[in-house]
């Protein structure tokens, strides 16, 4: 939920939607979007999605959809890694304009949105759900449960977020300039390259929201002109903010289009007098052209060049291009639930599967024998080899690659896996892996999911491979938003 910004003369770009690792610009740790001209919409774009209220209701479900239920299919001729660069990430502002036209965009948006707290939420997309109260909301999603997995009869209801403003530890903003040459930050307008002039954000950190203001007050006098895709001109981005939601620390990402800044240990030195708090700053460079927010090439101007954050008991390094869930409360809930329903005694072998930094293997690692996590981003490896180390776990491997390659590599060595956790990213996960898990004798499939449709699909595959539905729970990871992260077990019935 936005507040307008200032600056109101002329916006553009486009809204683009974030993704693990590698990001695609904000307007949701990932499918590539391809740029379009400004006022159009891009092609090709797919959709995504993020305490117990009740039960499900019963009767035809109304409102939004995830799609077209039953009628998702497996990425012709892709396979969908174990958290590669641009492959993962669900919710608010990662998404925006979610699951296409069918859902509340466009003149719907408009009018539903008339009475929005938020004076942009008509062109920034994000939050769907403004109209509605925070208990509509949770029946609203649990309607999408039910039409997507109520087949199974065992979902118990939605886990609900106690406070649901500001929970976003992660801000991305767009720049550009206005009419008049004067810079604005803030968001892209669902389904065009406009930027929306953004002052602050009811679901996103307001630390992060200061400090983005901060740094757009301190261009001019610095000389540092904002990018303009169409002409090539310009240096400034973007700006990305992460903050450790438990230790506090603050990291600043100035994503730039060339390496050069401008009297950077100055403008290093003036941001930190106005921010004491920020205890890292890294400048990013992508000179291509591309929807891609983040470039390969960082040099760390001030801190260590990564915060760290506690989360399930444990501390995590992150780095700006690692995969990190934005809702750090709602997330421990997520990992409680995945790990209760893992059952685990200390004598399994676990896999985790699209583990990103670690998260979910190293908090359930105190509960098992051995711990492996696989990871197509090599970042986030780094950062989970560290995150092992840090928490002097001992029973962890982490691996970079393809999951499924791994676990059929895992299965010609005659090895087994008792437990799989699994984080696709929201096109779900492919054939090839489903089969790989089946053939390392996995006991029990804990299947997290940002997307309720493909993890439908998936839940099929699993089914023809002899696993049967057993557990399943909601959470709502994304407030005011039309996205639901789902988790589920799977045991195994037959061979």
Known sequence: MKQAGRNDGRTQKGRMEMRRGGEISRGNTDEKTRRSPKGKTPEGRTSTGRTPIGSFPTGRTQGLSYGSAGKERFPDGKKTGSGAAGSKSCGAHESRGAYGSRGLHGARTARLMASSPC?????????????????QQLEKKKRMLR??????????????????????????????HDRKGNPISGVYQEGTHEVVPVESCLIEDEKADAIIGSIRSLLPSFKIKTYDEDTGYGLLRHVMVRRGFVSGEIMVVLVTASPILPSKNHFVKALLKL???????????NDRATS???????TVLYGKGYIEDTLCGLTFRISSKSFYQVNPVQTQKLYQKAIEYAGLTGEEVVVDAYCGIGTIGLAAAGNAAQVIG???????????????????????????GDAGEFLRRMADAKERA????????RTGSTKEFIEAAASVGAKK???????????????KVFERMGYGVKKGMGVDMFPWTEHVETVVLMSRVKD
Not at 120 to 126: D, P
Not at 445 to 459: E, F, G, H, K, M
């Open 445 to 459: 499939i804990v299947y997290i999911s940002c997307n309720p449709q493909t993890q439908a699909r998936d839940l």
């Open 119 to 135: 004076p942009v939420s008509g062109k920034c997309g994000g939050c769907q759900y403004l109209h509605l109260s925070y208990e």
């Open 147 to 176: 039409e997507a997995l109520g087949e199974y009869r065992v979902l118990s209801g939605i886990i609900w977020m106690e406070h649901p403003y500001h929970y976003r530890n992660k801000v991305h903003a767009a720049f550009d």
């Open 418 to 425: 008792d437990v799989i956790f699994l984080d696709p990213p």
């Open 292 to 298: 891609m927010v983040l470039g390969e090439r960082e």
């Open 275 to 285: 921010h004491p708090e920020i205890t890292t700053i890294i400048q990013n460079v």
């Open 374 to 400: 696989v990871e197509l981003n090599a970042d986030a490896v780094k950062d989970a080899v560290v995150n092992a180390r840090r928490n002097g776990i001992r029973n962890a491997r982490f691996y970079q």
